[in-house]
């Protein structure tokens, strides 16, 4: 496994690579992108794209312009996606993110925290748009869901 971290750029080295964008919380909430690798476990082949920088400066409008530019291009060239919603924050941007994505055939892996203010809304509308996509409640789970569809390609 490898991780790319933003502001990095991933680019294919070989048709093995599957390429999974770790999208949910980053500001007000735990570095859960940190050690979600290990719940992962080492899989070949596999990308996991970090979005969560080291230095984010919120109040640059130019490194906000970058980030988003960044997170758009890596979630379009990932081949599957990862969302966790912590409790800490309401993460409006991976809402919207979820809600684009989850309107696509491509593959949408979802957890959210018990604590997580909205995730009745998270299963209400999954269950609408997709209803083949499990919300999980713990990391692990999200986790193993992950590994399970690798295996599977």
């Given at each position: ?45 596999v ?48 809402l ?6 989850a ?7 979802v ?27 713990n ?15």
């Amino acid at each position: 496994m490898k991780i790319i971290k933003c502001p990095e750029t991933y680019t294919k080295a070989s048709s093995q690579e599957i390429p999974v964008f770790m999208a949910g919380g980053i500001s007000n909430c735990p570095d859960w992108q940190a050690w979600f690798p290990m719940l992962v476990g080492e899989l070949d082949d596999v990308i996991l794209i970090n979005p969560r920088r080291d230095d984010f400066d919120t109040s640059d409008p130019e490194m906000t312009k970058k980030q988003i530019t960044w997170e758009h291009s890596h979630l379009t060239r990932s081949y599957a996606i990862l969302f966790w919603f912590p409790e800490e924050t309401l993460c409006p941007i991976t809402l919207y993110e979820l809600g684009r994505y989850a309107s696509i055939v491509k593959p949408v892996f979802v957890g959210c925290h018990p604590g997580y203010q909205r995730k009745a809304d998270v299963d209400i509308q999954l269950s609408l748009i997709r209803p083949d996509i499990i919300v999980r409640d713990n990391m692990a789970d999200l986790a193993q869901d992950l590994r399970t569809w690798i295996k599977k390609n």
